[in-house]
T-cell receptor, first 116, second 115 residues
């Protein structure tokens, strides 16, 4: 059973460029959340996707956008990259139970983005 | 704005000792609390969750919660070098749900267990 997979593992982009990161959730999971983890910091919640819609969003600018596909995989897009966007981007997947609660989330290994 | 605070460390303990990791949170209404372990270069892994005041034990790990003091801790008994990692305290983004995947993380405490 494959866990949460993210691609690519590492990426180097130039300031001002755009980037797309990809996440495939764990089998049986339908919800994907994205986090940004700067060096030496805890992960910061960016947004969550469920049923192909953004459910909730953290304190990130509109340069950060996402998408969820019918197969539950997800993309994170960042436009007009800044040096400060350099971080580890983590994807976490879970599923919604009948009671509306989320099951335990599992994190992917992350994509290390470096903006130069 | 909810906040979760932790001492960044590094915390160094000798092998076999008890490691004590502390966390405070700002939202008095928070109901669920999580401890994640993150090895260098790896993703966070949930190791403990606690919802009620008091202690919760799981193997060598004990989580302690004091809602009145807005304080949660993690004790690791018989620390091993393999426990060397960053430990992240987290609370759900939505206090009304056990939202494992929408959480607010603290900055993490780096633990080093010396052989």
């Amino acid at each position: 059973d494959a866990g949460v997979t993210q691609s690519p593992t590492h990426l180097i982009k130039t300031r001002g460029q755009q980037v797309t990161l990809r996440c495939s959730p764990k089998s049986g999971h339908d919800t994907v959340s994205w986090y940004q983890q700067a060096l030496g910091q805890g992960p910061q919640f960016i947004f969550q996707y469920y049923e192909e819609e953004e459910r909730q969003r953290g304190n990130f600018p509109d340069r950060f956008s996402g998408h969820q596909f019918p197969n539950y995989s997800s993309e994170l897009n960042v436009n007009a990259l800044l040096l400060g966007d350099s971080a580890l981007y983590l994807c976490a997947s879970s599923s919604i139970t009948g009671g509306g609660q989320d099951t335990e989330a599992f994190f992917g290994q992350g994509t290390r983005l470096t903006v130069v | 704005q909810k906040e979760v605070e932790q001492n960044s460390g590094p915390l160094s303990v000798p092998e076999g000792a008890i490691a004590s990791l502390n966390c405070t949170y700002s939202d008095r209404g928070s109901q669920s609390f999580f401890w994640y372990r993150q090895y260098s270069g790896k993703s966070p892994e949930l190791i403990m969750s606690i919802y009620s005041n008091g202690d919760k034990e799981d193997g060598r790990f004990t989580a302690q919660l004091n809602k009145a003091s807005q304080y949660v801790s993690l004790l690791i008994r018989d620390s091993q070098p393999s426990d060397s990692a960053t430990y992240l305290c987290a609370v759900p983004h939505d206090r009304m749900k056990t939202s494992y995947d929408k959480v607010i993380f603290g900055p993490g405490t780096s633990l080093s267990v010396i052989p």
